[in-house]
């Protein structure tokens, strides 16, 4: 039996994607958005209210990154998505979050994150949705496996339940993609 | 140090949703689409090509379900990825994939899993993304929680590495979300 939950916006999993712009001045603000994914090839969308200190500074700077939060950093994490840079000029701080500039956009790359998509704005489309052009995906080398490439297990990328507001880890593999339907023959 | 790997359409975590419609016929059909998330309040954006039997179907039929894939049909998730409708008309059955018709949209749930989230078709955007409008979300009564809401303990979703082409399960809870700041005083 189903039971019907009616409209929601509720789907597993859900990103944890800080996203961080710098402001007219050059100061870095981020903020925590659970509505977005890959939106094309070498797109991103997040989905930002009008009010976000965070969309004024996209607006203005044309690029952002797009950090991916990770269990070490939940409270960081969570932080910068209860509290708002229109009122706490201080946020960055207050969340201990550092930066530097991103090599190939107008945009910091907050450290404390393993993984950021370095992102130009392409534009906001005709929903107001924020796409981004990925220029470029930095990880920090701890998060590295022996192949070079982001392990999961080390990144430890966390996800958003939005039914019990909740943050959860991405768990171990339990299977491969492009088998080819073999599996099932 | 942070290791640049360039521009890739990578982001963790990545959905695996089951992209599911009906035919002229009234025919079920799915795919799985790792591209997407929430778009807007009660609104949900898969990017699918153009070429997909799926793509078609939706804009025909005007309505999609999205199931969550789980960790009980890996397999199952990512045949329907890897073959086409367009080239295995039994392509359902031979996933093994069973549907009965949404009572709230007309769009196939497909029953193997959990959860489906139940849309009407917004639009196709300027980008050709597809936008639905969620209009039910429904869930098996085993992944239900004590609380009656969805446990995903027990749904077990499950998330695309696109690093590896792999799939992983959901992990543990750690931490909770709208803390209001207060673990940082």
């Given amino acids: ?99 530097v500039e991103s090599e190939f956009v107008n945009a910091p790359i907050i450290n404390e994150f393993p993984m950021t998509i370095e992102c130009k704005l392409l534009k906001f489309n005709e929903d107001g949705i924020c796409i981004g052009e990925i220029v470029n995906i930095s990880a920090d080398e701890s998060v590295l496996g022996e192949d070079g490439l982001i392990d999961p297990e080390k990144l430890q990328a966390i996800t958003f339940d939005p039914v019990h507001n909740a943050y959860l880890k991405l768990g171990e593999k339990v299977g491969n993609a492009f088998s080819d339907g073999k599996t099932l023959k």
């Fill in 1 to 99: 039996m189903r039971k019907n939950f009616g409209a929601e916006s509720s789907v597993y999993p859900m990103p944890v994607f800080i996203v961080a712009a710098y402001d007219e001045n050059g100061k870095p603000n981020c903020m925590n958005a659970a509505w977005g994914g890959i939106y094309e090839d070498k797109q991103i969308m997040v989905c930002l209210s009008h009010g976000h200190k965070t969309t004024k500074n996209i607006k203005e700077s044309k690029a952002f990154t797009v950090s991916i939060a990770d269990a070490r950093h939940v409270v960081e994490a969570d932080y910068v998505g209860v509290v708002s840079g229109n009122k706490e000029p201080d946020k960055m701080e207050k969340a201990r979050l550092t930066t």
